[in-house]
């Protein structure tokens, strides 16, 4: 009976152990693996957070090229504003003569790879696309073109003084017969021959405002040194020794005072098209009010006249169309000269005039640049008392100009102009400098 029992128990526990047995060995292999799967949790993560971070540097990149794109168009929009400040105007010069012939005048045309004045510009986009932005203002060259006529004009609030000085010389050589010819060969009456040499000084400062970017308004002060050389030889009177009278004068001379305005873009296009009118006092000593020495056929001035002793009205077009890196120019004008009575001689309206002016300018440099004109005038009879007086004739005054223009800085320059006559009437030669100086006033 107690065998059986003990055989039993004996059974029980080697059946249980061997149950354990198996789960005894499998137990740390059960250990190792759950250690392996904690491991591989923050492997996990990382992989994560580095999928995470490359995701965010991407991001920055793509952010960073769109930063670097926007750059670039504003700075190809600053490069652009610059020109515009270069294209400023001041000083733009031809000054009008005693006869209101006008002086070349030419500041240099800076083509520093901006484009020709009047491109549109064009803008960048995000994705490097060149889009065209909104247009911008007409690019003005920087040129001094027919200033006094009215060429590229200063932009609102701007104010330039520019002082010239302008020399001229002029050499008349006459044969005068007092009497009358019986034949071709054979005169009855006196030959003479006259040798005129005038010279004149002429010192003035000029004063321009841009009222508007589109509308200008100027005043000419001017002072006047005139010096004239008679020598008169008398021929057949067995007379040796030339007559010489010399005489001179100087004093303020004719103020004059001008409006310009620029015609709208829309009418005009890449060019520049200026209308304006210019009205010329009488400041200046009077032809017939100065002193006279003599009587009759000798009587002579004591004292030379720095004014005309005329009011004058000068409407004009100026055209400018830039041709880079050239630039050419011409003016057009009519001065409508008011007749005016004179004591002891009667009305005098001393003939209108009809000018033109064309050429051309070439930048050599930002700073330097050379111009070449041609100027002309045709003033009309004299009349006396409503009549076309016996002396009078219709006057052609033909030149010449060469002119050149060193920028100092964006504000100052030095204008160079001689010119030389190609009609008789013309003076032989002329020379002016100006340093027309530029700043915002307002």
């Known amino acids: 009976m107690w065998g059986v029992p003990q055989n039993r128990t004996v059974r029980a526990r080697s059946g249980a152990l061997v149950v354990l047995a198996p789960l ?3 137990g740390p292999a059960l250990a190792e693996q759950g250690t392996e799967q904690t491991a591989d949790e923050p492997v996990d993560r990382l992989e994560e957070q580095l999928e995470r971070q490359q995701t965010v540097i991407e991001e920055q990149q793509e952010e960073l090229e769109r930063q670097r794109k926007r750059l670039n168009a504003l700075q190809a929009q600053l490069e652009s504003l610059d020109s515009l ?11 009008a003569g005693d006869r209101g012939v006008a002086e070349g005048q030419l500041r240099s045309y800076r083509a520093a790879g901006t484009g020709s004045p009047g491109e549109t510009q064009t803008a960048q986009t995000e994705d490097g696309a060149a889009t065209p932005g909104d247009e911008p203002e007409q690019q003005r060259p920087d040129i001094r073109v027919l200033e006094s006529e009215g060429g590229v004009l200063l932009r609102q609030g701007e104010l330039s003084i520019e002082p010239s000085f302008e020399y001229s010389f002029t050499d008349v050589d006459r044969v005068e017969v007092a009497g009358f ?15 005129r040499e005038r010279e004149s000084f002429v010192y003035s400062s000029t004063v321009r405002y841009g009222v508007t970017d589109t509308f200008e308004i100027e005043a000419r002060v001017p002072y006047v040194f005139r010096n004239e050389d008679q020598i008169t030889r008398p021929l057949g009177t067995g007379a040796e020794d030339p007559e ?17 305005y620029q ?9 520049f098209v200026v209308s304006n009118v ?13 002193a006279t020495t003599g009587t009759g056929q000798n009587e002579r001035q004591a004292e030379l006249p720095t004014g005309s002793g005329f009011r004058s009205v000068t409407p004009s077009v100026t055209g400018i169309l830039p041709v880079d890196p050239a630039v050419i120019f011409g003016n057009v004008s009519y001065e409508w000269t008011f007749e005016r009575d004179v004591a002891n001689i009667g009305t005098i309206d001393p003939g209108d005039q009809l ?16 111009s070449l004109s041609y100027d002309h005038s045709t003033i009309f009879e004299t009349e006396q008392n409503g009549q076309t007086t016996d002396v009078s004739r219709t006057v052609q005054v033909g030149r010449m100009v060469f002119g050149g223009t060193y920028n100092i800085s964006d504000r100052v320059a030095v204008d160079l102009q ?3 006559g190609v009609t008789d009437d013309a003076p032989d030669i002329s020379a002016s400098v100006s340093i027309p100086i530029t700043f915002q006033a307002f």
Do not use: C
Not at 248 to 255: F, T
Not at 281 to 287: A, K, L, N, Y
Not at 355 to 370: A, D
């Open 418 to 420: 001689f010119a030389t």
């Open 263 to 271: 015609l709208p873009k829309d009418w005009t296009g890449n060019g």
């Open 24 to 26: 005894a060995l499998g």
């Open 244 to 260: 010489i009278f010399s005489v001179e004068g100087d004093n303020l001379g004719d103020v004059e005072l001008a409006m310009h």
């Open 181 to 195: 010819t019986v034949l071709p060969a054979i005169v009855v009456g006196q030959i003479e021959i006259n040798q």
């Open 85 to 95: 400040a270069r294209y400023d105007t001041t000083a733009d010069a031809l000054a």
């Open 355 to 370: 000018g033109f002016n064309v050429g051309t300018g070439l930048s050599l440099t930002p700073e330097f640049s050379l």
């Open 278 to 290: 210019r009205y010329k006092s009488r400041t200046g000593e009077d032809p017939f009010e100065v």
